[in-house]
């Protein structure tokens, strides 16, 4: 299966600040690159996606960006907020199977 | 339109017990996804079925974990015996296709093990 790594693993900002967390993976034939955010005792939602053909994806203060040749892609939150805290997911898809990441719990200091 | 549909939402057993849980996908979804989370972890996908059939279940512990989906709708998850480490919340998913994009997550099935 897929080998899928996440960094960092916890990542505390100020309010305000930029965030970024770093997803790798191994199988060359990922096509298909999401973003899942899981709040405290919630199922984990979609934030963010990116296709295999697209560099950089943006969507308000959320922005993924991809390197298909490093088999790597980043999340990047600009401007946190509190209610930004919250542990994050990528889940890059090989074939038709998606491989959760680690986690990156994400604290925003208010 | 209604969500990913999970029931227990919390059970407690005793090891060697049996639990079930079941899971209602979005309508029309296809492609359902049972994912066990341990507390701490990301979900780790258990069994995936396309229809009533399956796609993917070499992470399934098949010795104590069953799984169907009858009708190619609903799903149920079983574990017999279970085991203080299958301790987890079970996420149950659902996409259009195995070749969609993004997956739609049930609220859990939070099960104890004591």
């Known amino acids: 299966g897929e080998n899928v790594e996440q960094h960092p693993s916890t990542l505390s900002v100020q309010e305000g600040d930029s965030a970024v967390i770093k997803c790798t993976y191994s199988?060359?034939?990922?096509?298909?690159f999401p973003w899942y955010k899981q709040e405290l005792g919630k199922r984990p939602q979609l934030i963010i996606d990116?296709?295999?053909?697209?560099g950089e994806k943006k969507d308000q203060r959320i922005a993924v960006t991809l390197n298909k040749t490093a088999k790597h892609f980043s999340l990047h939150i600009t401007e946190t907020q509190p209610e930004d805290s919250a542990v994050y997911f990528c889940a890059p898809r090989g074939g038709n199977q998606f491989y959760f990441g680690t986690g990156t719990s994400l604290t925003v200091i208010p | 339109e209604a969500g990913v549909a999970q029931s227990p939402r919390y059970k407690i057993i005793e090891k060697r017990q049996s639990v079930a849980f079941w899971c209602n996908p979005i309508?029309?979804?296809?492609?359902l996804y049972w994912y066990q989370q341990i507390l701490g972890q990301g979900p780790k996908l258990l069994i995936q079925f396309q229809n009533n059939g399956v796609v993917d279940d070499s992470q399934l512990p098949k010795d104590r974990f069953s799984a169907e989906r009858l009708k190619g709708v609903d799903s149920t998850l079983k574990i017999q015996p279970a085991k203080l480490e299958d301790s987890a919340v079970y996420l149950c998913?659902?996409?259009?296709?195995?070749?969609?994009?993004?997956?739609?997550f049930g609220e859990g099935s939070r099960l104890t093990v004591l």
């Open positions: 199988d060359s034939a990922s096509n298909y």
């Open positions: 998913a659902s996409s259009l296709a195995s070749s969609a994009g993004e997956l739609f």
């Open positions: 309508s029309g979804h296809a492609t």
């Open positions: 990116i296709r295999s053909n697209v």
